[in-house]
């Protein structure tokens, strides 16, 4: 974190919980993405949590939301809120690094939608990892978002089953399960941090990588990558995260007008990811890009070469139990629906 982040956590720090302008009470905020609630799953759900608050306290809660990295990357932010310099966080995949049992989220084809996605997360399963996760982490999790459904694109040709990644250089996160997923469909996994991913792709560092279709569209991969494969390998979940002290120190009546507006803000952040997905789906492929959906035959062929080898790397860094609780949890859901 830089030196002015770090004086503005300072400067932001005695207010997390104390008394500022008009209001008894000031909540903190940050998370990476842009406001703009249109475009921006994070701001529409902060910006609707903030509001909400504010309305429903009759002005008691002020809630201020420092967007965009201002405060620092994801794993900045999970240790802001840790520390409790910052109240609150919006973030996904940084989360598994103070409670790695978040991680089976990120099974491979683990989720076959995101309806089912959403009634795991809602239901017990949710509870119980949002549960774990505050005892490891010192952070409760209010609510679940949305970031999407991960796909692959590549500048090279057609990829409709595994054998077609064979020998392409596939950009992925810095973290060992993406490593683990791509090297198992034969592909070489890169790992690239996000700010070099446009360089690295125009220059042919890398043939592909892999986000979901809103984050594919906003950056206008399409300019230097032909081929986009729907596969959705990987579903992506937001954590709406606050500090378990602040939230403790706070009256009964806070407490349930706080958990009534994360639950709105949840809601509204998928359907913001979902909204945006759809549109950025159509301007992909006006934008020229060749869209290949894998039939239910190639989707298992991708989910039984990817899903083991995640699987078997995960049980030597999670209780093997949370992986048997998410993959029962998704087929019960799965059959009720």
Known sequence: MNLTKKITLGLIAAGAVSSVSAADLTLTIGHVDPQDWTTSKKGAATEVFKNLVEAESGGRIEVNVYPSGQLGGETDLVQS????????????????????????????????????????????????????????????????????????????????????LNGLKIRVQTLPLYVEMVKAMGAEPTPIAWPEVPSALTTGVVDGQENPVSVIEANKFYEFQKYLTLDGHVYGTDFLLINEDIYQSLSDEDRAIIDRAAKVAGTLGRAVQQFNSAKGLKSLAANGMQITTPTPAQMAKFRDIAQPAVINWLKGEVQPEWIERAQMSVKVVSNSQ
Not at 85 to 94: E, F, H, I, N
Request: with cysteine; aromatic share 10%; glycine share 8%.
């Open 81 to 164: 809120a840790q520390e409790g310099t910052l109240s609150m966080a919006m973030v996904s995949g940084a989360f598994a690094k103070v409670c790695k049992e978040a991680s089976v989220l990120e099974i491979p084809y683990l989720f076959p939608s995101a309806p089912v996605a959403w009634e795991v997360l809602d239901g017990e399963f949710g509870k119980a990892l949002s549960e774990h996760c505050l005892e490891e982490s010192g952070l409760r999790t209010l609510a679940y978002g949305e970031t999407g459904f991960r796909n692959f694109t590549n500048s090279k040709r057609p990829v409709a089953e595994p054998k077609d």
